[in-house]
């Protein structure tokens, strides 16, 4: 079980640039999620997937931000046209549908919007 | 929308003591989670717990359930150096995204 990951750990963009996150869940999770968090915060839920459905979007997530699970399995998010208050620590978390439900995270990307 | 509050929010203590904080919300939850976060890491989790009244311990660490449904607590036992870091409480119900808390930050002096 190797766990998940994100890929990449740091990013540093200027303002006005897109970029585009990578998640890999732990293999047998059907269940992603993408979460913000900001210093000082706990993680702030922007959205998350069963399979390749999108089922819930949080109104955190602006008409910029965009996510995407093509076949069930990574994941990538996308901020389109970044401004400086979207730097923040994104971290991806995977879990699998059961009534006693348990997410497990990644180490988060890192996003600094100069 | 639904909050979860957590304290103290803040905790020095000295290596060898033991440690208490809790997580409340008005909202009611049927799992709490809870997690240890180190710097430019992501969230760990450290205890689930899925039963109103459960105790479930891990180590020196012993998390509960609160009756109420509202709250959540943990204890650390006998801290260490290493038990430094931000504790996050998750509160969740079935088929709905999960309420973090804005976390206890530990410092642990030797």
Redesign the interface.
Same mark, same amino acid.
């Given at each position: 079980d190797t766990g998940?990951s994100?890929d990449p750990r740091h990013k540093i963009t200027k303002r006005g640039q897109n970029v585009t996150f990578r998640c890999d869940p732990i293999s047998e999770h059907n269940r992603l999620?993408w979460?913000r968090q900001t210093l000082?915060?706990? %993680? &702030?839920?922007l959205t998350?997937f069963q399979n390749e459905a999108q089922l &819930?979007k949080s109104r955190l997530l602006s008409d910029r931000f965009s996510a995407e699970r093509p076949k069930g399995s990574f994941s990538t998010l996308e901020i389109q046209r970044t401004e400086q208050g979207d730097s923040a620590m994104y971290?991806c978390?995977s879990s699998r549908t059961l009534?006693? &439900?348990?997410?497990?995270? *990644?180490?988060?990307t890192?996003l600094l919007v100069l | 929308g639904q909050q979860?509050n957590q304290s103290p929010q803040s905790m020095f203590i000295q290596e060898g003591e033991d440690v208490s904080m809790n997580c409340t919300s008005s909202s009611i939850f049927n799992?709490w989670?809870w997690?240890k976060q180190d710097p430019?890491?992501?969230?760990?989790?450290l205890i689930?717990l899925?039963k109103a009244g459960e105790l479930t311990s891990n180590g020196r660490l012993t998390a509960q359930f609160g009756i109420t449904r509202k709250d959540s607590f943990l204890n650390i036992s006998a801290s260490i150096p290493s038990d430094v870091g931000i504790y996050?409480c998750?509160g *969740?119900n079935?088929g709905q995204?999960?309420?973090? *808390? %804005?976390?206890t930050r530990l410092s642990v002096l030797p």
């Open positions: 998940v994100q999620y979460y000082g915060q706990g %993680p &702030e839920f998350y &819930e971290l978390a009534s006693q &439900e348990t997410q497990y995270f *990644g180490p988060g890192r | 979860l799992t989670l997690y430019g890491e992501g969230p760990v989790l689930a899925y996050f998750a *969740g079935y995204n999960f309420v973090f *808390g %804005p976390g």
